[in-house]
């Protein structure tokens, strides 16, 4: 399952085609790389005392899964960080059924910008459903060399912690950010600005990413 982190939820499907067994039918979702490794756990009812902290309020099941035998599991908000192999165990408290394993991949979502030689400013977008006024919103460049590029924070850009190069040349708009636009104009572009840029969203539990391909041409 691919998915673009930011995305409001991803599907893992896990489909069970057998028997239930008769006593104790229990549904596990598990990360064997992570400690702990319950996902999610459904009895007739959840039960996530044992789940890992990182997935606490994002995950749920069907209501009827047991009876539906469909134990898809719901991740809402994918990160980065979630990309892995989560396996959908069938369980009555003395041996298991692994009944499927999902890969899942959460990608940053990326987008090209060419500019040309001469031309008086380039922006690279980056949008968002919902902003906040105490999110910060920082553009760094991964590629070449990692340098930050510009960073806004409650309601203000910082100009003092960008990089040197960038000093003057980059602006994001008030207005625009209220609605969710947090494009970055960069002005009097240059061959070296070349490279991979990347938009990150700090909220109070959430981080969110967009990368843009930053292509300089010549003459």
Known sequence: ENVIEGAESVVLPCKYLGVLPERN????????DLKPQIIHLRREEDDL??????????????????????????????HLSDSGTYTC???????????????????????EVTVQ?????????CETADIEDDDTVEWTRSKPEFMIVHVYQNGSNKAKEQDKSYCERTRMNKEQVKGGDLSLTLRDPREKDGGVYICTIYRKNDIVRQKVILHFVKG
């Open 25 to 32: 039918p229990t549904v596990i979702w598990r990360r064997y």
């Open 49 to 78: 005392r044992g789940q890992h902290i990182r997935f606490s309020g994002r995950t749920s099941m069907k209501s009827d899964a047991l009876d539906s035998l469909d134990f898809s599991l719901t991740l809402r908000k994918p």
């Open 89 to 111: 165990i069938l369980s009555d408290d003395r041996e298991e059924i692994r009944v499927t394993d999902v890969q899942l991949q959460v990608e940053v979502q990326q987008v």
């Open 117 to 125: 030689e001469g031309e008086e400013s380039a922006i690279l977008p």
